[in-house]
């Protein structure tokens, strides 16, 4: 795409990105669920990318999900969040949906939530260097194994970048083959094209 480069990039934190928060959790595997019964409370609501759908804890933002299909994204919140009590609150999550649907549109403005990502440990380091990846890069899935001290985890990285519940906010999109090419997005290839043609502008 013009104007995206892959590239090493420096050990910094993002341009506008929230720091992820530091967790407790296992070296590897799933993420952890939410205990049996926390309360999620979820939106959905048109963007320009289709539908979104918005999930918060008592911690913060836990999930921005991309689709076409109200059931099918609920259906998805649920599969990740197996044990936890979700409720439907579009007009009390207004304040954070205009924040998220703005974030979406124009990300290198930032999005000043908090986030619960409740990842495994080897999840939380791999999403902590997506978020230092600057706006309008992209770096490889190897460059992100080799950033971690990781470099024949190549897989395990992929794997991390597709347990990414919080989409945009961290930027699994900026994650490309060592060729440059495009390669799967949790959320569709061609929303991950959208995603980074926007920034290349």
Not at 47 to 69: E, H, N, P, R
Not at 159 to 169: E, F, M, W
Not at 173 to 187: E, I, N, P, T
Request: proline content about 6%; some cysteine; aromatic content about 4%.
């Amino acid at each position: 795409m013009t104007g995206l480069q892959t590239q090493e990039y420096p050990a910094q934190g993002p341009a506008k990105a929230r720091t992820l928060p530091q967790a407790t959790h296992s070296d590897a595997g799933d993420s952890p669920k939410a205990t049996s019964g926390t309360p999620i409370h979820y939106a959905i609501t048109p963007c320009s990318l289709g539908l979104a759908l918005v999930a918060l804890t008592s911690k913060g933002l836990c999930a921005i999900q991309l689709g076409d299909d109200e059931d099918q994204l609920r259906q998805d919140l649920q599969s990740r969040f197996p044990q936890a009590a979700l409720t439907r609150a579009d007009a009390a999550l207004d304040a954070t949906i205009g924040k998220v649907l703005t974030f979406i549109e124009a990300p290198q403005t930032g999005l000043d939530l908090p986030l619960d990502t409740n990842g495994t440990a080897f999840q939380e380091r791999v999403w902590t260097e997506l978020n230092a990846i600057p706006y309008g890069k992209t770096v490889s899935y190897t460059e992100i194994a080799t950033r971690i001290g990781k470099p024949k985890a190549v897989r395990a990285v992929a794997q991390a970048c597709g347990a990414n519940r919080i989409a945009i906010a961290i930027p699994c999109h900026r994650v490309v083959r060592h060729d440059g090419a495009l390669s799967g997005y949790r959320w569709g290839i061609d929303r991950k094209r959208i995603l980074l043609a926007r920034e290349a502008l």
